[in-house]
Structure formats: C-alpha cells, structure tokens
C-alpha cells in the first residue's frame, strides 16, 4: 500500500461516488460548488457513467453505482447476472464478464483524465458505490491513482486477480451487514482484492480480515438495507462527526 486508509478520504470519496447516481452536471455542482470541473463520461452501448470531479488539489472519478429506482437501467441488471469469468488482461487473470466489459469500456478515457490531473500536482483518487465499487476496483488494476475506495462492492475476479492487487492502495469499504459483497459467490472462484474496513452504522470504521466476513449475510432484507448508499452515507457521516 503506497498511500494509508484516510477516514477523511473515505469520507470524501463516499460523497462522489453518491453524487454519480445523478448522472447530471447541474444537480452534482449545486452540491460541490466549490468544483473546478465537474463533468461526466458516458458510454452508451454499456450504460457506463463515471462522475469525475476536481478541487485545486484533489481529483476524484467514481464509477456509478447499478441503477434500480431513478432511471432504471436494465443494462445494469444485465451485467450483474453476466458472471461467468473470462480471460482478462494479464496472465492467468479471471474476471467477471459485465464488469470487465465496463471497465474496457471506460478505461482510455479515465487514464487520460487521471494523467492530466496528476501532471497538475493534484492527489487522484477513484472510488464508486456497489457495481461503481466493483468496476473501480478493476479500473485500479489498469490506471495509476494515489487510492481507490469502494463501498459495498463486489468480487471482480479471481485469486490471481487479488493477488496482483495487493500492493494497491485498495480500500473497499462494508457497511453493517451489505449483502453485495457476497457477490458473485467465491464458489464460482472468486476473491475480494484490496483491504477490508468495516463501516458500522454508528459510524465505526475498523480494518478486518475479510475472508470470513463476505461468505453470505443474514438477514437478506437487512443487507439490502445496508447496501444502500444513503445509509452508508450517513454512517460514514456519524464516524466522522465524533
């Protein structure tokens, strides 16, 4: 890990990768006013959309989140289910085939992004909630930023793929009792990447191992309640009140 877990940063990166669930400029700068740039990537064949927001020393992309209420996309839906694992990138690396085809997607145009704000002395960081957590993640592997959080993501890919991340400055944040993280089941061969932290609801944030924690969660209406990002907003919000 180049960079350490920052409560402030997590913070942060929690209230973008909220904001990208918008997908509008207008409504995201009424909440950042203080933005130099606010703008976002929109790939249409995969229903792609990446917020990317940048302060005088910070930049941040997040990776929207799947839509099930406000504009409803049954792309989202569609790649969630694709969980067959494919080749992917590098040697002997698995991931899941809706997720990957996102990444792919979206890649070339994030790095650019990225580059040109790191160029510029700003700190970088990519974050995204749910399936926005889970395409960071993949994006991480690919496009050099200074940390990526992600909130209630799921797997990306297989053991090698957790491995080659290791020495990435990747947090992936759980909220309570989230069921997303259970998902795709490490029975089809896949494996978390990055560094556990469990977010409580009163606002706790503690590193654990994550192996015995992501297997499956009880009850199931309940972490679907936890998944939400609006309660993991709150949460993280609580924490950082104390």
């Given amino acids: ?16 990768a909220g904001a990208a669930y918008m997908s509008h400029v ?20 995969t229903d792609t959309q990446v917020l990317l927001i940048a302060w005088h020393g910070v930049a941040v992309a997040a990776v929207r989140g799947t839509q099930v209420s406000d504009n409803f996309s049954f792309i989202d839906v569609i790649r969630n289910a694709r969980c067959v694992k494919k080749r992917w990138k590098f040697g002997g690396i698995r991931a899941h085939a809706g997720y990957s085809e996102a990444v792919d997607a979206v890649a070339d145009e994030v790095d650019a992004w990225a580059e040109r704000h790191t ?3 700003r700190k970088v960081y990519l974050t995204g909630h749910s399936m926005g957590g889970v395409v960071a993640s993949g994006l991480a592997a690919l496009i050099k930023f200074d940390a990526t959080y992600t909130f209630g993501a799921p797997r990306f890919g297989n053991k090698a793929f957790a491995k080659m991340m290791e020495e990435q400055s990747l947090y992936r944040v759980v909220h309570a009792r989230d ?3 259970s998902y795709p089941h490490s029975f089809l061969g896949y494996r978390h990447a990055g560094e556990r932290w469990q977010l409580s609801s009163d606002g706790g944030l503690a590193m654990i191992d994550g192996k015995s924690k992501d297997f499956w969660h ?8 936890d998944h939400k990002p609006i309660n993991y907003l709150n949460a993280i919000m609580k924490g950082y009140r104390k």
């Fill in 119 to 121: 160029e510029a002395g």
């Fill in 26 to 45: 207008n409504f995201v700068e009424a909440i950042f006013p203080a933005a130099l740039e606010v703008r976002f990537i929109n790939h249409k064949d």
């Fill in 218 to 225: 009880y009850p199931y209406l309940q972490g679907q309640e």
């Fill in 179 to 181: 069921i997303a993280p």
């Fill in 1 to 16: 890990m180049t960079e350490p877990f920052s409560p402030s940063t997590a913070k942060m990166c929690m209230q973008v």
